[in-house]
């Protein structure tokens, strides 16, 4: 029975010695330990946590160099941040695929908004499970050394750049949904040059020298420098009432639309009137490249006509110049003039008198 005794009295003194070197208080589960001395976990130790060591800490020696190691649970391979106070909440995020590291915000009532950090085997992820991704960079600048490639319209909502620059011979590409890139833009040697298709030339984006292999024709005994060359546009172009009014005391006068290029073929032209003139008698709008009249394209029409009236989609409307293959010059620049008439009142008086010009143009390679 002493021996007994004497045990007990040696199994409480070790008990005291732990205490008193630091050792955490034993405490009820689900409660907190209080640990007032460091702790240190040999190489290749783990650091667990869950009933079944669902997730562990490791400072792994069998990887080089030696890392400290994070090993997600199989139950959800997420790992999330978020604040401390919303520790306990569901988060409901599903299984990923792959370990996952997610950081939460602070809106405990949107419990998918977070932004999260992956690998597939393939490529590194930045998504989110709601919201956009927003890049903004204190310095300014937001950097990318390889290509920027963009899947097609089926795939995203938007691409959006503020200040966009490319480091030296990189490669902004757009893609169709199954990766195919289609077209693409490099900034080389300072200029910024495009290809619609992956087998074409590099052309400069600001000659618009675009060519397309597809839809090409098949060379004959003559070289074939410009396959397919895309260079046809529809430019947009507005009057305003300030603009006829300082045409000043006159019951005629032009107003400039644009000047063409040499080897501009003008394929189309139609005038829209945005209000209607209401202050004077009549008022007549044309437009044309050939003085004094200018109505070789659109000849004159009402401009005291309904908002939204359009001239030039009837042929009546449409003037001898007009034929969808009318090249002013193939040297020289050519103005085009929208040219206002009066009846009675000078054209400076005015007070209602708006429109748009379109001009469906061609260059010529």
């Avoid at 200018?294 to 009236?309: E, G, Q, V």
Wanted: net charge negative; glycine share 8%.
């Amino acid at each position: 029975m002493k021996n007994i005794f004497n045990i007990l009295l040696i199994f409480m003194a070790l008990i005291s010695k732990a205490l008193a070197s630091g050792f955490a208080t034993p405490r009820a589960p689900n409660s907190s330990s209080i640990i007032t001395v460091s702790q240190r976990y040999n190489d290749d130790v783990n650091a667990c946590f869950g009933n079944s060591d669902d997730a562990c800490f490791q400072y792994d020696t069998a990887v080089t160099p030696d890392t400290l190691v994070l090993g997600v649970g199989a139950d959800s391979k997420n790992f999330i941040i978020c604040d401390k106070a919303d520790i306990n909440t569901d988060w409901n995020k599903a299984l990923s695929s792959n370990p996952t590291m997610c950081i939460q915000s602070s809106t405990e009532a949107s419990t998918t908004a977070r932004i999260c950090l992956a690998d597939n085997a393939t490529d590194g992820l930045i998504t989110t499970d709601s919201g956009d991704i927003n890049m903004v960079p204190n310095g300014g600048d937001v950097n990318v050394t390889g290509n920027v490639v963009v899947p097609n319209a089926n795939a995203f909502k938007s691409v959006s750049f503020g200040n966009l620059s490319w480091i030296a011979d990189g490669t902004i590409r757009f893609a169709d949904a199954a990766g195919t890139v289609g077209s693409s833009f490099i900034y080389n040697t300072g200029s910024f040059l495009m290809r619609n298709f992956a087998n074409s030339a590099y052309q400069n984006v600001v000659a618009l020298d675009f060519n397309s292999t597809q839809g090409a024709l098949t060379a004959g005994t003559m070289a074939y420098p410009n396959q397919n060359y895309m260079v046809k546009g529809l430019n947009k172009f507005t009057w305003t009432n300030a603009m006829v009014t300082a045409l000043g005391a006159s019951t005629t006068g032009d107003i400039s639309v644009a000047t063409l290029p040499a080897k501009t073929v003008v394929t189309n032209a139609y005038i829209v009137i945005g209000t209607a003139e209401t202050a004077l008698t009549s008022l007549t709008v044309a437009i044309g490249r050939t003085g004094a009249t200018y109505l070789d394209y659109i000849t004159a029409s009402n401009a005291k006509a309904a908002a939204n009236t359009v001239y030039g989609d009837a042929s009546a409307e449409r003037g001898t110049n007009l034929t969808g293959y009318d090249l002013p010059s193939y040297t020289g620049t050519t103005v085009v003039n929208a040219h206002f008439i009066s009846g009675v009142e000078n054209l400076s008086t005015a007070v209602a008198c708006t429109g748009i010009v379109y001009l469906e143009t061609m260059r010529m390679p």
